[in-house]
């Protein structure tokens, strides 16, 4: 059984001086002042310890929106077309909107996520600002509490120029009283990276699991060039990780040899882990466990089945043809939604009469194995729990489409051990959500090797992150027979022949490592090609659904972000904050 380590431990001891000491106000703005802090609570190593907890405790969310969650399943994932919001418009239909690339200012999901985020920058300032008051806490304390601040910093604040762009930016020298003067800039990335310099300089590589250290801040840095199109800084990075790189536990890092285990809360803080979150149950608060994930199990499962609620995550139609192969490769030309393609016809899905399952037969393959350790599939075994019975564990079949999601999903075995079931529904677990992983830097790192045109080196990388979803050992295996579910076909690449091909080799392998983890959207905005991909998603599930894409379309030069929230501009006045384009 997974055990609360050191770090979980100090991060639930810690929530009562948090609550005391750092504002959760409903406005990032109404952060006190650092004066107004008791100096007997931060003066000392143990305070700022405490404070420094609070701020890793923001990597989980503040405020208990499912949008300030890291795992982005809206925001990157159903808005990348990895997935629908697989329900109807009368539930959470504040979503609805935004997976339409239709969402407007006044939305107050948005505005949560807008929120958590300057709340965890917040509460990095405060670290830092306490540090420069501190009693007793040694140089080499003081430089490794203030590398993990201005690291977590960094990730917040690329967080929210992912989204949003054009942000206000401060560090811990700005009096709270002033923050509302600073104005909307897209000028983020000399911030993140200056934060990023400092937390790899001074943070160790060795220190308790759940801490950021060297490593991570190298990776974060690495993607934060990559975002700039950088390529040659990126490499540098990357390069650096791949050779160098280790857990906080010392590590190596590598690619684990069961894919799944990857999502399996039985190997967290695993090698191939660099930056995640920590969960823990039974704190007294859900909050701790993944919360953010309590809506997107299969619907309605009853005991048979995790989590009993609710489907509103729904990997797409399109993401599960993406997972044909020939000759054990993707269909790179995107061809994959072609009926041409299909080994069994899976198109003939209807919108008549509410939608009928009878007509959806279920590809015969070739297919990529890592189809099911990602897609909840019909009559294919679902984890430890049953065969995946089809619209049974599907609140919408018409609306959402034939699939359930599979990964960061807990196991019949480890429920109320590995889950927190204290709350209305048993879909907290425990597994860490990991918002930078191994195999995600190697797929970053062969971007960067193809834009310096060495392109075996990228060949490499992602055929290493193919090699491990070949090893049949860990296929999805019928329980009754041991025979694969699935006709699995997947090879290694031969040649990339040059840059155009190399590119959308590298492309296709993130799309089909990273599905569901909530990278898609991002991806597609910082490639470019984000709008004639999505209305491409846009026409093809749409024509396999119901109404919820009629109409819908992205639009070039507005839908890449999101608008800034309307209640931040009303805080801060119209000549401070100014709206994104289009909006």
């Not at 948090?18 to 931060?42: I, K, N, R």
């Not at 993990?148 to 709270?176: C, G, Q």
């Not at 599907?394 to 609306?399: A, E, L, M, T, V």
């Not at 579910?485 to 990339?496: G, L, Q, R």
């Amino acid at each position: 059984m997974k055990t609360m380590n050191k770090f979980k431990k100090m991060a639930v001891l810690a929530m009562g001086l948090l609550m005391f000491g750092v504002s959760c106000s409903d406005e990032f703005l109404e952060v006190l002042p650092t004066g107004s802090l008791a100096d007997a609570q931060v003066g000392t190593k143990d305070g700022i310890e405490g404070l420094l907890i609070g701020t890793y405790a923001a990597l989980n969310g503040v405020f208990g929106n499912r949008f300030e969650g890291p795992n982005h399943w809206v925001t990157g994932s159903i808005m990348g077309g990895e997935a629908n919001k697989g329900t109807d418009a009368g539930d959470y239909s504040t979503i609805n909107p935004i997976q339409r690339y239709e969402v407007d200012p006044t939305s107050g999901d948005l505005n949560n996520l807008w929120r958590g985020r300057f709340e965890g920058i917040a509460r990095a300032n405060a670290v830092l600002s306490a540090l420069a008051n501190a009693t007793d806490v040694s140089a080499a304390d003081a430089a490794r509490i203030a590398g993990e601040a201005r690291m977590l910093r960094a990730h917040f604040y690329f967080d929210l120029k992912k989204h949003f762009n054009s942000i206000p930016v401060f560090d811990e020298t700005i009096e709270a009283v002033d923050i509302i003067l600073i104005p909307n800039t897209t000028e983020v990335y000399p911030q993140i990276e200056a934060d990023l310099q400092f937390a790899y300089d001074n943070l160790p590589a060795t220190t308790d699991a759940g801490r950021v250290n060297k490593w991570a801040a190298a990776s974060l840095m690495g993607k934060a060039k990559l975002f700039q199109n950088k390529f040659a800084e990126a490499k540098t990075w990357f390069d650096d990780v791949i050779a160098n790189g280790v857990t906080p536990s010392g590590e190596k890092y590598a690619l684990l040899d069961n894919y799944a285990a990857v999502f399996n809360a039985e190997f967290d803080n695993n090698a191939e882990a660099i930056f995640d979150v920590e969960a823990a149950n039974n704190t007294g608060s859900t909050q701790n466990a993944n919360y953010f994930d309590d809506l997107n199990y299969p619907y309605n499962t009853g005991p048979d089945g995790p989590g009993n609620c609710c489907g509103f995550f729904q990997p797409s139609i399109s993401l599960g043809n993406s997972f044909r192969t020939s000759a054990g490769l993707p269909l790179l030309d995107n061809s994959f939604n072609d009926a041409a393609n299909a080994v069994a016809d899976n198109f003939t899905f209807s919108q008549i009469d509410g939608g009928d399952e009878a007509a959806f037969v279920e590809d015969a393959g070739p297919l990529d194995p890592r189809i099911d350790h990602s897609i909840g599939r019909k009559g294919v075994q679902y984890l430890d729990w049953i065969e995946h019975p089809g619209s049974a564990w599907i609140r919408s079949f018409p609306y959402a489409g034939p699939y359930s999601p599979k990964k960061y999903v807990y196991y019949k075995s480890q429920e109320n051990s590995l889950t927190d079931g204290s709350s209305w529904t048993r879909g907290y677990a425990l597994m860490n959500y990991t918002i930078i992983r191994y195999a995600d830097v190697l797929l970053m790192a062969a971007e960067a090797e193809v834009e310096a045109g060495s392109l075996m080196k990228a060949m490499e990388y992602v055929n290493m992150v193919r090699a491990r979803a070949a090893n049949a050992t860990f296929w999805v295996k019928n329980v009754d027979t041991g025979d694969d579910e699935a006709n699995y076909e997947i090879a290694e690449y031969t040649s990339f022949p040059d840059k155009a091909y190399a590119t959308s080799a590298v492309r296709f392998e993130r799309k089909l490592e990273l599905s569901g983890e909530g990278h898609a959207f991002f991806d597609l905005v910082r490639w470019g090609i984000a709008a004639d991909y999505l209305n491409d998603y846009l026409a093809f599930e749409g024509s396999k659904l119901v109404t919820k894409f009629g109409g819908a379309s992205f639009t070039a030069g507005k839908s890449e972000y999101y608008p800034i929230p309307q209640t931040q501009i009303d805080i801060q006045g119209p000549d401070v904050l100014t709206q994104n384009p289009g909006y």
